[in-house]
């Protein structure tokens, strides 16, 4: 097979990063190799049973269909595949373990692969989120010990992904990218590459710098949802609607940028990246306390929604080792069939070991593991009676009206000022 023409584009991980950049790139007229380790998931791309938005699912059918265009999209477990791809993007997850350690394995993997399979003229472009270095440490070294020199036979850069999973506000298109390069002729290249997506794109000196630039955007992120968290607390000991002062404060048109409270923070980014910078920071010695007390402040999150759930039974006469309580939404986020790192699992589990019954209803979330113990959604929880109903997460167009009034509602979304018995964090 060729793909001399048009120019073909590899993407190592075929994620909720790496498989929106590739419908993006083919629809800019590129050829596209697909590698995954994963078959399962290549087989649910070429079914269309992944999760995408409206357009990234139309443009799925056109690429993996009989039309046109369809056999631009190579799906492959085979990493010598790559040696046919002009420029080679990684886009492979980068989690923390249990102790919230940088778990490096999946992208030190694909940057070998990358390496091992890397010919003269290509460019690398890693986009995984991680530690300050990383581009230097995991493609260069090993590119040095195959005899290939950076930028004298290939290019490298980093440009960090900045998806925003189920938005259709926050496309590809329509959001920047930035990119650094090991030389400004490797930061060129990649640039040239990512504006197919149609996106702009904002060059800076190095690697480092775009790579320090995703740790400063998901870090900001972070400390203003802890601080959010932290202020609607206070607003509920002062008698105050922690969204009605936002949306006040929001409207001030300079100096101040909305973040609201929830029930934690969930998905690949926000818990886990910080944590990428603080493990760098610990290993030189270099205090961060901000930064540290926020994420602390995140992680702790979940065990306040379960806090307040026994005091909101508590006030009714139900202790939470008895009580029956359903949580709706089960997703880190609206709009997602995701359950990366949401919050909704650490909050059953625990819920669960108090003694309660917990059961939850999802319309994106047919199942889900918790403790050990698989539960399936609710398909109609108005029929059961519950001691307690927990919002965790509102899915666009989702009905709540089977709740009644004489049902305490737990509010972790802080959005739903309309039900009779309502409780926030």
């Keep these: 097979m060729s793909f001399s023409t048009p120019p073909a584009v590899g993407i190592i991980g075929l994620g909720y990063v790496g498989l929106p950049t590739a419908l993006a790139l083919l ?12 078959a399962a998931r290549l087989d649910a791309i070429r079914e ?17 269909g009989d039309g046109p265009g369809a056999d631009r999209f190579v799906l492959t477990t085979d990493p010598t595949a790559l040696r046919a791809a002009e420029t080679v993007l990684i886009c492979v997850p980068t989690p923390v373990d249990d102790h919230l350690v940088p778990d490096l394995r999946a992208l030190s993997g694909a940057c070998a692969t990358a390496a091992a399979q890397a010919v003269p003229g290509q460019t690398l472009v890693l986009t995984s989120t991680s530690y300050v270095g990383t581009t230097r440490d995991l493609l260069l070294g090993p590119l040095a010990e195959r005899g290939l020199r950076v930028p004298e036979d290939l290019s490298v850069a980093y440009a960090p992904e900045r998806i925003d999973p189920g938005s259709t506000e926050h496309t590809q298109s329509t959001t920047p990218r930035v990119v650094g390069g090991v030389s400004p002729e490797c930061t060129r290249r990649a640039a040239d590459v990512l504006r197919r997506t149609g996106a702009e794109v904002h ?3 190095s690697p480092e710098a775009a790579e320090m630039t995703k740790l400063l955007e998901n870090t900001f992120r972070a400390v203003n949802i802890a601080l959010a968290n932290e202020f609607a607390t206070i607003c509920g000991e002062l008698g105050l609607e922690a969204l009605e002062v936002i949306q006040a404060a929001a409207t001030k048109p300079y100096g101040f940028m909305p973040f609201f409270p929830g029930p934690g923070v969930g998905g690949h980014c926000i818990p886990c990246d910080p944590h990428y910078l603080l493990w760098q920071l610990r290993e030189k010695r270099v205090a961060s306390p901000l930064i540290d007390t926020a994420m602390t402040a995140i992680a702790t999150r979940p065990h306040a929604v379960v806090q307040r759930a026994r005091d909101v039974l508590a006030d009714r006469g139900v202790p939470l080792r008895a009580a029956r309580v359903l949580v709706v939404g089960v997703a880190y986020k609206p709009g997602v069939a995701d359950l990366r790192e949401s919050p909704s699992l650490e909050i059953m589990a625990a819920l669960g070991e108090s003694g309660a019954e917990v059961a939850y209803t999802d319309p994106l979330i047919p199942s889900v593991s918790v403790g050990g113990r698989w539960l399936r959604s609710e398909p109609e929880p108005g029929e059961r009676d519950w001691d307690l109903v927990l919002v965790h997460c509102v899915h666009p167009r989702q009905d709540l009206s089977w709740i009644g009034d004489d049902v305490p509602v737990l509010d972790t979304t802080y959005r739903l000022q309309d039900f009779k018995h309502r409780a926030v964090v």
């Design 27 to 38: 629809e800019s007229g590129l050829t596209v190799i697909g590698l995954d380790v994963d």
């Design 48 to 64: 269309h049973r992944v999760d995408l938005v409206p357009d990234d699912h139309r443009r799925l059918r056109v690429h993996t």
């Design 203 to 205: 060059e800076v000196l």
